[in-house]
C-alpha cells in the first residue's frame, strides 16, 4: 500500500485564479437570490357581475428579509396590502400602512381569511381562467427597494399545491 502523500498536489496558480473567479460569480449570484423574494402560488378570486372589489393571494419567501411595501395593478383603481383579524367575536380587515413583514427564510402565506391583496374600484371583471397583472414593491433588509411584476391567474378557488410556481424577474 501507497503511504498517503505528504504535501498536496501542487495547483499552477492559472487554475487557482479560475477558481476563485467561479467561485467569486457563484457568490455574487447567490447574494442577488437572497435579495430577491419568491413568489408561489398566487391567484386571484375571480368577480361576478358588478363585484367591485376582489382579493389576490399568493406564497412569499424571503431569503434575507423583506417587506411586501406596496401592490398596485392596472386592473384596480386601489390595491392594498390587508390582514384580517378576529376583534371580539367580529371578524376586520384593514391596509397594513406598513406593509407586510417577510422574516428571513420563511414563508408568508396570503390566503382567505389572513393576509390578502385587495384589489378594489375594479376596472373590469376578473374572469376566471384569465390573469391579471400585479405589481409588488418590497424592501430589502438593506432598504432597497425592488418591484417585480408577475401574472397572477385568475381562479375561482384556490390552487392545489405548487403547480403556478412563479420567480420574480429581477
Ligand atoms: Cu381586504
Do not use: C
Not at 384580517?84 to 406593509?99: C, H, W
Not at 438593506?142 to 391567474?153: Q, R, W
Request: hydrophobic content about 45%; overall charge positive.
Amino acid at each position: 500500500m501507497k503511504p498517503f502523500p505528504s504535501r498536496p498536489t501542487a495547483i499552477p496558480a492559472r487554475l487557482w485564479r479560475k477558481a476563485a473567479a467561479a467561485l467569486a460569480i457563484t457568490l455574487l449570484t447567490q447574494a442577488a437570490l437572497a435579495q430577491a423574494v419568491v413568489v408561489t402560488n398566487a391567484w386571484a378570486r375571480a368577480t361576478v357581475q358588478g363585484q367591485m372589489a376582489s382579493g389576490a393571494f399568493m406564497s412569499l419567501t424571503s431569503a434575507g428579509g423583506a417587506r411586501l411595501k406596496s401592490v398596485s395593478s392596472p386592473v384596480a383603481g386601489v390595491a392594498q396590502v390587508h390582514e384580517m383579524r378576529m376583534e371580539g367575536d367580529v371578524m376586520k380587515m384593514q391596509a397594513l400602512d406598513k406593509g407586510l413583514e417577510l422574516p428571513a427564510g420563511k414563508t408568508v402565506e396570503l390566503k382567505p381569511g389572513g393576509y390578502h391583496v385587495m384589489l378594489m374600484d375594479l376596472k373590469l371583471p376578473l374572469k376566471k381562467d384569465s390573469s391579471i397583472p400585479l405589481t409588488l414593491v418590497f424592501v430589502d433588509a438593506k432598504g432597497v427597494e425592488s418591484k417585480t411584476e408577475i401574472k397572477v391567474p385568475v381562479r375561482t378557488m384556490p390552487p392545489m399545491g405548487g403547480m403556478n410556481a412563479m420567480h420574480p424577474a429581477n
